[in-house]
């Protein structure tokens, strides 16, 4: 399926739709935000435990997701803000963001909360992992590589899942004055 990061949210967006918070967070909200924050999929979200949670080393944390297939688990690095959403820790079979079901990954709530922050953009966690490409890419200037890395994909199936070409995400080299 492709998606577009037209509808992702930009930096600005995501800190004001952070800031409508003001220290009132739930599951819904958090698992949101962090979303944004590290690109993990709502089905890696909505099942994650705090067995999965590596954040004791501060300089590199990271979360353990399991992938079939590539038959075991892979580390997927956490930036700041999204090690700052999961909240604390809880006992390690717990989840960690808890009372989500499957179907929450569209929930209406997301939406009252886009509104009152004043996006007019539909929330759901497809748009949450377009808004972390997004941010990457074009706003902190990642390479589309680095992003895929990142994610733990190849930088071709992203491009081809979010409809971008490889080669305009590289940024051009400045002249040396030899023309």
Known sequence: MKMSLDSALNLAELQGLRSTLNGQTNSLSRAFIFACCSGVEWLDIVTLTWSQVRI????CPYI???YKRRDGS????????AVESIGERKTDPDRVFEGLEHQ???NPELGEWASHAGIKKILNFEIARATFIHIMLMELGYSIYDVANLLNMR???LAEQYGLQL??????LP???LA
């Open 56 to 59: 004791e080393d501060e300089k």
């Open 64 to 66: 353990e997701l399991g």
């Open 74 to 81: 892979t580390k997927h690095y956490l930036s700041v803000p």
């Open 104 to 106: 929450d990954w569209k």
């Open 155 to 157: 930088a071709d199936d």
């Open 167 to 172: 080669l305009t995400c590289v940024k051009p």
């Open 175 to 177: 002249s040396i004055g």
